[in-house]
C-alpha cells in the first residue's frame, strides 16, 4: 500500500495540476441522495495525476471487515476539512478512527489552513483541488469526504456534511460493489 507523499514536492505537484472534474455539489448531493447501485457506478468521477498522488508500500496490512486488501492497496480517502470547522470537530475523529479499523488512509486537505486534533497536518488545498472535486466556483462544504482509487484516479462522494460512519461504510461498500475494477 502506498502512503502519500508528504512535502513540498508533492505540495508543488499539487498545485500546478489541471482540473477535470466538473461535478456540481448539486450533482454530488443528488448522486449522494440517490443511494442506489445505478447512481454510485454514474458517480465515478475521473482525476487528473496531478491531483491525487500515488501512496508507496511501508505498512503492512490492518485488519478490516469490508474488504481489506481493495481498500488498502486501491483507495483512500480524500476529506476536506477546516480546524475552526466545529462540525469537522465532531466528524474527524470518527474518520480516523474508521480509518485505523478499516486500514484505508485518509488523505486531509484544509480550507482554513489550519489542521485539527485528528489531523493536524492537513495540507491547505489549492483552488484547483477544490474546483476538481467540488466543482468550479460551487459551495464548498465541510467535512467533506471522496473515495478516490489511486490506480484510476477516479472518485466517488461519501459525505458532505456531517455523517455516522455506519453510513461511510455502507457507502464504501456500495462502491466497491459496483465499481468495475
Known amino acids: 500500500m502506498v502512503l502519500f507523499r508528504w512535502g ?3 505540495l508543488l505537484i499539487l498545485t500546478s495540476g489541471a482540473c477535470c472534474l466538473h ?4 450533482d454530488v448531493r443528488r448522486m449522494l441522495e440517490a443511494g442506489n447501485a445505478e447512481s454510485a457506478q454514474r458517480s465515478a468521477l475521473p482525476l487528473s495525476a496531478d491531483i491525487i498522488r500515488y501512496r508507496d508500500e511501508s ?3 490492518s485488519p478490516d471487515a469490508l474488504h481489506p486488501q481493495p481498500l488498502q492497496r486501491d483507495y483512500q480517502i480524500v476529506l476536506f476539512m477546516q480546524g475552526r470547522c466545529h462540525f469537522c470537530q465532531q466528524f474527524d475523529p470518527q474518520l480516523a478512527q474508521l480509518s485505523l ?3 484505508l488512509k485518509v ?3 484544509t480550507l482554513d489552513g489550519l489542521g485539527d486534533a485528528s489531523f493536524p497536518r492537513a495540507i491547505p488545498a489549492p483552488q484547483s483541488v477544490i474546483e476538481a472535486f467540488y466543482g468550479d466556483g460551487q459551495p464548498v462544504v465541510t467535512p467533506a469526504t471522496f473515495l478516490v482509487n489511486v490506480n484510476t484516479l477516479q472518485a466517488w462522494p461519501l459525505a458532505l456534511g456531517l455523517a455516522d460512519m455506519p453510513a461511510i461504510k455502507q457507502r464504501i461498500t456500495q462502491i466497491l460493489n459496483t ?3
Open 8 to 10: 513540498k514536492m508533492a
Open 23 to 26: 461535478a456540481t455539489t448539486r
Open 59 to 61: 505498512q503492512g496490512p
Open 101 to 103: 479499523q478499516t486500514g
Open 107 to 109: 488523505f486531509p486537505y
Open 179 to 181: 465499481s468495475p475494477d
